[in-house]
């Protein structure tokens, strides 16, 4: 059995999808969430469904040692103390460190509520994408499902889905497609390139 680690930072609706799916799955399951915001609701879903969860903050994400120098234990240390094969990124709002790219190369994997590489980049996430491309009267939009380097937004792309946005449409409109998109193929997508790329 391979170990996911999720990391996420606010309500989490997709990492419950995640921990849901894999939890009868013959060769991946989630092992940890870890969360930068002690408030974020993805502490209480996790802990109704039996998954650990540790929150950090990002003098524990940037260090690349085994702690920081108030003694914390760095992010690093966390995922190798649950022997994590693959890190999951479901909603979650920090930059990823070099040494963790180093440290899980082509196994690192982030959602990202539009078509990329439109409405990519620091600052868009969550309802400032949908208010941006509403804003910009685009008519589609989607979730791209991608690997993680060094840029926000930027590795490539693994996956993408579309919805169409109609003239009347809201942001909250939009958050709703791209929501029942997440939901569908965030799971299957993961599970399908892990499958495929290190089984």
């Not at 013959?26 to 502490?43: H, I, M, Q, Y």
């Not at 996956?159 to 299957?188: G, N, R, S, W, Y």
Request: with cysteine; aromatic share 8%.
């Amino acid at each position: 059995m391979r170990n996911l680690a999720i990391f996420a930072s606010g309500s989490g609706t997709n990492a419950e999808n995640l921990i849901k799916y894999f939890s009868g799955h013959p060769e991946f399951r989630v092992a940890v969430v870890l969360c930068n915001k002690p408030d974020a609701f993805v502490l209480q879903r996790a802990k109704r469904l039996g998954v650990p969860s540790v929150v950090f903050d990002k003098s524990q994400l940037v260090c690349s040692g085994d702690s920081t120098e108030e003694g914390k234990p760095s992010v690093a240390a966390i995922l190798k103390q649950y022997d994590a094969f693959a890190l999951i990124l479901a909603g979650f709002l920090m930059r990823i460190p070099p040494h963790l790219i180093e440290a899980w190369p082509r196994r690192i994997i982030n959602i990202h509520p539009a078509l990329l590489p439109k409405y990519g980049g620091k600052g868009m996430h969550g309802m400032h994408v949908h208010e941006a491309v509403v804003a910009a009267k685009e008519i589609e939009s989607g979730i791209t499902i991608h690997l993680v380097d060094e840029q926000y937004d930027h590795g490539k792309t693994l996956f993408q889905a579309k919805c169409e946005v109609l003239p009347c449409d809201t942001a909250m409109d939009v958050a709703a497609k791209i929501h029942l998109l997440e939901q569908e193929h965030f799971p299957t997508v993961v599970d399908d390139y892990l499958s495929a790329n290190f089984s």
